[in-house]
């Protein structure tokens, strides 16, 4: 159970870090920002530890999640059933930004972006999990 639970905080501060990757400039930020109209902007420290807080805290729900459909479903900790149920968590995350992105009329590429890092995030983080 120890494991498990360093799995889960491990998979979520990696999916954490994967967000600051690919939302950062040198990947997906310009194209992020122009997609939904929010502009750069400068906040203040408090309200980045509240927003880094509470997604963090979501990443740990997000991480749990998988190690009971991993717990559950797959026989054995295998980085394999960890691949296949973080990428079944990820197709979900993604239909759920599909339909949030066709309800908010979002383009495509914004479509895209999203989907992209929870497919490549929750496949990442099964497989942490799966492995410790």
Do not use: D
């Not at 998979?11 to 109209?37: C, D, K, N, Q």
């Not at 880094?52 to 999640?65: Q, Y």
């Amino acid at each position: 159970m120890g494991m498990q639970i360093i799995g889960i905080i491990v998979a979520a501060v990696l999916m954490f870090i994967l967000g600051g990757i690919w939302y950062s400039p040198g990947l997906f930020a310009h194209a992020w920002s122009r997609e939904t109209g929010i502009t750069e902007h400068k906040p203040t420290p408090k309200s980045m530890l509240r927003f880094s807080a509470v997604l963090l805290v979501l990443l740990l729900v997000s991480a749990a999640i998988l190690a009971c459909i991993l717990a559950s479903w797959l026989p054995g900790h295998h980085w394999r059933h960890g691949l296949a149920v973080g990428f079944l968590g990820g197709v979900l995350a993604a239909a759920v930004v599909g339909m949030n992105t066709l309800f908010e009329r979002k383009s495509p590429k914004l479509f895209l972006i999203n989907a992209g890092y929870y497919l490549v995030g929750f496949c990442l983080m099964g497989v942490i999990v799966a492995l410790l």
